[in-house]
């Protein structure tokens, strides 16, 4: 099978200290009280499960919610090797960009061009729906966000943005001048745009939150169960260290740590970021810096920056450089020079903060594919291997995901299930030497000299 490597599951160096972030100063885990929470015994003996998902971040929770709806009778089995939420999901920027899943509308007509925004539109629509339905208390703030530009080339990308916005029907406003100072107050940018679409949540209460409602419907989690093997077929057999589970179907939703497991090698490969979060700002604090809408925001640089505030009035700001680790290294969860230029950005943004204390800094891995664009779809001899990988952002995105590989799997054909990026062929990366060279240098010609500078634009 074309992304299951001859090396597959070898069940070696799958120790959770290869596996995963080991440093874990997340402010919201911390928010999110994981600490405390309630952690799934691990598989244990020989199973049985109609299907099996793997990865208990948001792709694999939203397709355990997605197939229950669809298939309330089949027994679903969701396998996490850490706890759900341990990976991006629980440490990401927390942003919804709901054109996550627009392209190019040049050629369609209205109606087609409408269904590509609802399935762009359906991530934030889901999220909303655990929050109202389902009582996912995430701390969702549906404030919008602000996109800004530190040079007249940025602040014409802005008003091409906008244009753009308009060809799919949404509203978006250019700020310049007093109608930005209104919005954030910084004598970095020269313009923005704000986009009210788009909102900002605690990424790990949601995580959490998702695990409470498919468990809920019916869902078996196991958590702390590492996959060390899966051997693909009619009926796949799945290892985990101290148990194993058969099914004729099974879910990859590991996204950034697929290939240690031999999955999509040399075709999605981690790329990492990492995070702070200050103490709690005063209210002459939060004065002194605008924002008084509460809106993210994030700039237009190639390492780029997103900050937001968060429920109890810190910022939360991440970005600046996204790491890189040679052989496809997965990130430790923290990296102290990722951390000072973090500091540096936040501080050269907001002068005002001078002195600001940090209390929390960590990371985490998401994947990169050559494109920057993710691919769900259904694989195998037998048509019963279906995945979701390759989210360089994924917090609506996945939720969406989840939708399609349900749909895939009821046999629907619908715009979820026609979108351009289901069962889209993912680029082959290059070797693993190859990679461990042209990163780098990709990354140093982006930055000094803007090369592929408007492909990042494009896809970030
Ligand atoms: C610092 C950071 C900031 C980000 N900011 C944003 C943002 O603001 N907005 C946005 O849209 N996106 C953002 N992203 C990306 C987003 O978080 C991811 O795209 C998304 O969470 C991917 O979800 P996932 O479920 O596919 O993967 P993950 O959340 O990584 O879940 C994969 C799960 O698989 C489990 N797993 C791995 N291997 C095994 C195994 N062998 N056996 C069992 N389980 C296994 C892991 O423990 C993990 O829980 C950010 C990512 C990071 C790291």
Known sequence: MEYFSRRTSSGKNLRP??????????????????????????????????????????????????????????KITLLEGACCGYGASGRNGGFCVTSDLLSDSTNLDDESTQKMVDVSFYGLKQIKRL???????????????LSLAM?????????????????????????????????????????????????????????????????????EIREKSIVTRIVPGKVHRVETERGRIDAPVIVLAMNAYS???????????????????????????????????????????????YAAPSADGRIVIGGSDYPYYKNDGLSSGFNASVRDLLIKDLLTTFPQLEGIEIDHSWGGTMSGTRDLTPSVGVI???KNVYYGVGFFEGVPTTQTAGRIIADLMAGERN???????????????????????????????LTRFGVGRQFIRDRA
């Open 415 to 445: 715009a979820f299930t026609e979108h351009a990026i289901v069962n889209r062929k993912i680029p082959y990366a290059g070797p693993q030497w190859v990679r461990n060279v042209a990163i780098p240098v990709f990354k140093t010609l």
């Open 151 to 219: 040079t007249e080339q940025e602040a014409r990308w802005l008003e091409d943005t906008a244009q753009q916005m308009k060809a799919f029907g949404l509203e978006s406003t250019l700020l310049q001048g007093a109608s930005l100072e209104a919005e954030i107050r910084s004598p970095r940018f020269v313009a923005g745009l704000l986009l009210p679409h788009n909102a900002t949540l605690n990424p790990a209460k949601l995580a959490r939150g998702m695990k409470r409602v498919v468990e809920e419907r019916g869902v």
């Open 259 to 305: 290939p240690k497991l031999g999955l999509f090698r040399n075709r999605i490969f981690p790329l990492c970021s990492y995070i702070i979060a200050t103490q709690p700002l005063s209210r002459e604090q939060w004065e002194s810096i605008g924002l008084n809408q509460r809106r993210g925001f994030g700039d237009l640089r190639a390492q780029f920056n």
């Open 131 to 145: 929050v109202n339905e389902y009582g996912v208390d995430c701390d969702l703030m549906e404030n919008g966000m």
């Open 380 to 382: 195998g001899e037998h």
């Open 17 to 74: 200290s290869d596996l995963y972030e080991y440093s874990i100063d997340n402010f919201w885990f911390k928010a999110a009280n994981l600490e405390n929470e309630t952690i799934n015994e691990p598989l244990r003996g020989n199973h049985k499960a109609d299907i099996v998902i793997i990865g208990g971040g948001y792709m694999g929770l939203s397709s355990a919610f997605h197939i229950h709806q669809s298939f309330p009778d089949k």
